[in-house]
């Protein structure tokens, strides 16, 4: 089992940052990836952002360029700095980590931009 813990989300105005954080823990070992997804009020939830083992990212088309996904092996921490956001980046931002072939979420955390 693998649990997460997210945390940094909140209220922001246009243009402004946030950093989210996922903190990893329990059978950690042998993950494959770690990445962040949203979800916005009657929308699908959406892939924003991966690390995949070895070191490759992917980054959606709409966040280019303004967020970045790090991660800190020695907190078994994954983030998400968010910069220059807009009101469409709104949504419920959550964790994900793939280990196997099991895949573990976070609770979520919502982040709202203002215009």
């Known amino acids: 089992q693998v649990h997460l813990v997210e945390s940094g989300g909140g209220l922001v105005q246009a243009g402004g940052s946030l950093r989210l954080s996922c903190a990893a823990s329990g059978i950690i070992f042998s993950i494959n990836a770690m990445g962040w997804y949203r979800q916005a009020p009657g929308k699908q939830r959406e892939l924003v952002a991966s690390?995949?083992?070895?070191?490759?990212?992917y980054y959606a088309n709409s966040v280019k360029g303004r967020f970045t996904i790090s991660r800190d092996n020695a907190k078994n921490t994954v983030y998400l700095q968010m910069n220059s956001l807009k009101p469409e980046d709104t949504a419920v931002y959550y964790c994900?980590?793939?280990?196997?072939?099991?895949?573990?979420w976070g609770q979520g955390t919502q982040v709202t931009v203002s215009s």
């Open positions: 994900n980590v793939v280990r196997g072939t099991l895949g573990y």
């Open positions: 690390l995949i083992s070895g070191g490759n990212t």
